[in-house]
Nanobody, 123 residues
């Protein structure tokens, strides 16, 4: 069964950058669409970005469009989230997951959630 592990989180000042990785094992990740979500304290898990199986199609939440880039390297069974121009409101635990639903922004359509990686952005 496909398992996903996120990494790359950390603490950064506003305006800085981080690159998150989501490494898959136990299956072929390229057979699935993938997405990144985030959850801040006291808030629901929210959609961040979606990527197709080839990486040729992507979509983003309005709050991160133009600052974040999702990509994947199927040879490495890994999906990435490059985060630039970070803001304090980007502080959250970031999760990746797989889905068979095209361009879904509904966390209920996603499976094989990782444990998440914490991102802290200070002002």
């Amino acid at each position: 069964q496909l398992q996903l592990v996120e990494s790359g989180g950390g603490s950064v000042q506003a305006g800085g950058s981080l690159r998150l990785s989501c490494a898959a094992s136990g299956g072929v990740f390229e057979n699935w669409y993938a997405g990144w979500f985030r959850q801040a304290p006291g808030q629901e898990r929210a959609f961040v970005a979606f990527v197709s199986t080839t990486g040729g199609s992507t979509s983003y939440a309005d709050s991160v469009k133009g600052r974040f880039t999702i990509s994947r390297d199927n040879a490495k069974n890994t999906v990435y989230l490059q985060m630039n121009s970070l803001k304090p409101e980007d502080t959250a635990v970031y999760y990746c997951a797989r889905t068979s639903s095209w361009n879904s922004r509904d966390s209920g359509d996603y499976h094989s959630w990782g444990r998440g990686t914490q991102v802290n952005v200070s002002s």
